[in-house]
């Protein structure tokens, strides 16, 4: 079946510039969460979704971030006033989750790829 | 101090060598010890989990998760090229919102 997806693969702005990425989830997934990865730092938490809870946003680095989850499906992450230090892959995942036992594996989508000249 | 520490590399070893790689972490709340690999401009794929101490083996891999001393291993047996890729340990508590915390990720390279 379909794995997560996210557009774009690539993004290249301007610094300044507001930028919004997608994120389709598998079908069916209750839980969604978005990562950053920057060159030698890891995958960085930023926000999670589970059902129509709120959402955890405590990885979000600045109130430049801010993500929504329409429908309990598909995910936009957008970052406003773009800075250099924003350039990095955002990953998004997906899982069945509940809240107590089991490691619901978390699937991931490619990435997009955002560069901030 | 980082949560999670892991090795950068890369690690670089010849086909059909054993690779042993590694992570330490601080918080004696994890439970949930992963490894995931990371092709060039992939995602990260879930290869094992363990759950608490001990080890699981899955054909050539085995996790090794040692609570007492805060340390997880992976070991590749007859390693592959196709086994080049960004290795990475993720860890999580078991109850609670399903935060995975990563290591930096250790680099690969098989060569034939």
């Known amino acids: 079946g379909a794995g997560v997806s996210q557009s774009p693969s690539n993004k290249v702005t301007e610094k300044g510039k507001d930028v919004e990425l997608r994120c389709d989830p598998i079908?069916?997934?209750?839980?969604l969460y978005w990562y950053r990865q920057s060159l030698g730092q890891g995958l960085e938490f930023l926000i999670y979704f589970q059902g129509n809870s709120a959402p955890d946003k405590s990885g979000l680095p600045s109130d430049r971030f801010s993500a929504e989850r329409t429908g309990g499906s598909v995910s936009t992450l957008t970052i406003q006033r773009t800075q250099q230090e924003d350039s990095a892959v955002y990953l998004c995942?997906?899982?069945?989750?509940?809240?107590?036992?089991?490691?619901?594996?978390?699937?991931f989508g490619p990435g997009t790829r955002l560069t901030v000249t | 101090q980082k949560e999670v520490e892991q090795d950068p590399g890369p690690l670089s070893v010849p086909e059909g060598a054993i690779v042993s790689l590694n992570c330490t972490y601080s918080?004696?709340?994890?439970?949930?010890f992963m490894w995931y690999r990371q092709y060039s401009r992939k995602g990260p794929e879930l290869l094992m989990y363990?759950?608490?101490?001990g080890n699981k083996e899955d054909g050539r891999f085995t996790a090794q998760v040692d609570k007492s001393s805060k340390y997880i291993s992976l070991f590749i047996r007859d390693s592959q090229p196709s086994d080049s890729a960004t290795y990475l340990c993720a860890m999580r508590r078991r109850t609670g919102f399903q935060k995975l915390v990563f290591g930096t990720g250790t680099r690969l390279l098989v060569s034939p």
């Open positions: 995942a997906s899982s069945l989750e509940g809240l107590a036992g089991g490691p619901y594996e978390q699937y």
């Open positions: 363990t759950y608490s101490s």
């Open positions: 079908s069916g997934h209750t839980a």
């Open positions: 918080n004696s709340a994890f439970q949930y």
